[in-house]
């Protein structure tokens, strides 16, 4: 079985899971993904966590190693999003 892409894991996320935004990044075997959806509205970490497991179903068993996961909701990304407030000390990361 040919490892999956960043876009094929995307495309697998997109049809299980309803984002309005989600970005992909990895080499085949692992894979960092940024997942903004409104399915997430109320729910811990955990449980994010799960419904994205549970839109790759046995894909995450047999094609994808390792996933390492962002999950926000749309206001969470719109805070993400806001430039630092006037007189703020500047972010270094």
Request: glycine letters at 6%.
């Amino acid at each position: 079985m040919a490892e999956p892409t960043a876009s094929d894991v995307r495309a697998y996320l997109a049809a299980g899971l309803p984002c309005e935004h989600l970005e992909v990044e990895g080499d085949g075997r692992h894979f960092f993904a940024t997942i903004v959806s409104a399915a997430f509205e109320g729910r811990s970490r955990v449980a994010r966590h799960q419904q994205v497991y549970a839109a790759l179903g046995d894909r995450m068993r047999e094609q994808i190693h390792a996933l390492s996961m962002k999950t926000l909701t749309p206001a969470e990304w719109a805070e993400q999003d806001r430039p630092a407030p006037p007189g703020a000390p500047p972010c270094h990361h």
